[in-house]
């Protein structure tokens, strides 16, 4: 098998080169002899991840957070090649990850794709972008690329979260409408998220039993905006339950949408900024990842 390991070395606790040796070490003892690739930038992995789709090897296994695995997906794309690819989290959310049940543990995710098969997943694609497990604007969206690298690295999950605590004064509604399949939404909304995940780094959760990663559907989740702190209390209260319910919290599935606003507003996806605009496409692409777990 011509296994290639692309590691980003900037991902997690900045322990990436550490793992990078568990991970070869843990494929060699599965007999594998994979070609390891270190990334210290965006513009090296984009040269590697060009290579790969040139050279077409039997995986592509990508080592980094959940940004890294939606910059092979997209980057693979442009280059009209389509390659199964593994996973093996090491950044500081890991949100598509945690939705997979894929471990936590470098030598343990290396040996569960070595003894894994190839499974379709659902993608999402915004106005010509390919996405992973979420598309978001609104509040909380900022702060997942905003937060620097070298905080993420030394807080985890809690540079995420007061990122977000330093977003609420500065909340502002964007006027928006949504139309999909069977409906028509319209309103003044703080947060809206197109998601293929049980969580959004640890601040929004969905229940695990309505979520399926290759349905050929995804979760549409719009919060209006709160008349004053009670409702707030409420939004925050559904959010971390998962049980989207009621007037404040508008979700459902959808296989495609048009959100459409005055002006441009920008968005995130799988916690890389987006620019947006005044009219974005969504659509589902069913079963088109080819991850290997």
């Given amino acids: 098998m011509d ?11 900045q322990r990436a ?32 991840l060009e290579e790969a789709a040139r050279r077409r090897p039997d995986l592509l296994v990508c080592c980094g957070g959940d940004g890294t695995l939606s910059q092979a997906v997209n980057r693979l794309e442009e280059q009209g090649a389509s390659l199964p690819l593994g996973y ?25 794709i070595l ?5 379709p997943l659902d993608l999402g694609r915004l106005q010509g972008r390919r996405f992973l497990y979420v598309a978001s604007f609104g509040a909380f969206t900022q702060s997942s690329y905003k937060t620097g690298q070298g905080w993420k690295s030394a807080l985890g999950h809690l540079a995420y979260v007061l990122e977000s605590l330093r977003e609420l004064p500065g909340i502002r509604p964007c006027s928006l ?16 998220a197109v998601t293929n995940s049980t969580s959004l780094g640890g601040v929004v959760k969905l229940d695990p ?32 339950r ?20 005055g002006q441009a507003f920008p968005w995130s ?16 692409q069913p079963r088109s990842l080819q991850l290997v777990y």
């Avoid at 093996?88 to 569960?112: C, H, K, V, Y």
């Avoid at 050929?216 to 707030?232: A, C, F, I, K, W």
């Avoid at 998962?242 to 959100?259: D, N, P, S, T, W």
């Avoid at 996806?269 to 589902?284: A, H, I, N, R």
Wanted: charged share 25%; with cysteine; proline share 4%.
């Fill in 3 to 13: 296994l290639w390991v692309m590691v980003n070395t900037r991902a997690g606790k």
């Fill in 115 to 119: 003894r894994g098969k190839v499974h």
């Fill in 177 to 192: 409408e949504v139309e999909g399949e069977g409906f028509s939404w319209k309103g003044e909304f703080i947060f809206g």
């Fill in 17 to 48: 080169r550490e793992y990078g040796e568990q991970i070869r070490e843990a494929l060699a003892r599965e007999g594998a002899v994979p070609r390891l690739c270190y990334t210290e930038t965006l513009e090296q992995a984009s040269a590697l």
């Fill in 88 to 112: 093996i989290p090491l950044g500081t959310t890991n949100d598509f990850a945690s939705s997979l049940g894929l471990s936590r543990n470098p030598e343990q995710a290396a040996g569960q």
């Fill in 209 to 240: 039993s309505q979520v399926c990663l290759d349905d050929g559907l995804l979760e549409l989740t719009l919060v209006q905006m709160p008349q004053g702190p009670r409702d707030l209390g409420k939004i925050a209260a559904m959010l971390r």
């Fill in 242 to 261: 998962g049980k989207l319910e009621g007037e404040l919290v508008l979700h459902r599935q959808v296989r495609q949408a048009m959100f459409s606003c």
């Fill in 269 to 284: 996806l799988d916690g890389e900024y987006f620019p947006g605009g005044e009219t974005l496409t969504l659509q589902v």
